[in-house]
């Protein structure tokens, strides 16, 4: 993905006019540094564009001959929705079962971010944050499940404040041997 400088001011001039087209005074004084603060918002919500989740992986492998699972769960997740711009936020739980490489922890929540903090659907984070994890590592297998709430089900819509959607994506063993795919399902519960 080619990544642009975003332009606050840019952003900052089309708030302004959304707020005019829904008959609010942006010069009024609750509103006069809101397209400023949105912006703002914005480039740190969407900051995953700039982000390189490959090159974050590679700055910390490792050789290691550890061959059990390695889990990180109840990573927190916010995102925003691509077709209404609204939130969605939830829990990413991420194993891998080493061949020989290992990475640093935090890598791992790092690449979450990177692909959160874009516009978005969960399934397609889902997919993204296992590939990464498979391209970079070539572990044995890989096992991604994300837990998220969407506000534009929860306060739009359909308006189902209490419904969560979980999505999974698996790689290797995890799709191969029940054990193992059990083993981790029992461990994130």
């Known amino acids: 993905m080619k990544r642009r400088k975003v332009k606050k001011i840019n952003i900052e001039n089309n708030y302004r006019e959304i707020i005019k087209e829904l008959g609010e005074d942006p010069e009024r004084e609750g509103l006069i540094k809101t397209p ?11 900051n ?3 982000a390189d989740p490959d090159a974050t992986m590679k700055q910390a492998l490792f050789h290691e001959e550890y061959s059990e699972m390695v889990l990180v769960k109840d990573i927190e997740v916010y995102s925003l ?10 829990k990413a739980h991420i194993a891998y079962i080493p061949d020989g490489k290992i990475v640093g922890l935090s890598k791992i929540p790092r690449v979450v971010d990177a692909y959160a903090r874009r516009l978005q659907v969960q399934e397609r984070l889902t997919i993204e944050i296992r590939d990464c994890l498979q391209k970079n ?9 994300l ?3 969407h506000m534009c089900m929860q306060m739009r819509g359909v308006q189902k404040q209490n419904s969560a959607t979980t999505t999974s994506a698996f790689t290797g ?7 193992t795919r059990k083993e981790f ?3 994130i519960k």
Do not use: W
Request: proline letters at 4%; one cysteine or more.
């Open 48 to 50: 995953g564009y700039q």
């Open 147 to 149: 837990e998220c709430s």
């Open 185 to 187: 399902i029992n461990l």
């Open 173 to 179: 063993l995890f799709l191969s041997n029940d054990t």
């Open 36 to 46: 400023e603060r949105v912006a703002k918002s914005m480039k740190f919500l969407l």
């Open 81 to 90: 929705c691509e077709h209404h711009m609204l939130p969605f936020f939830g």
């Open 137 to 145: 590592l070539n572990p044995k297998g890989v096992a991604v499940v």
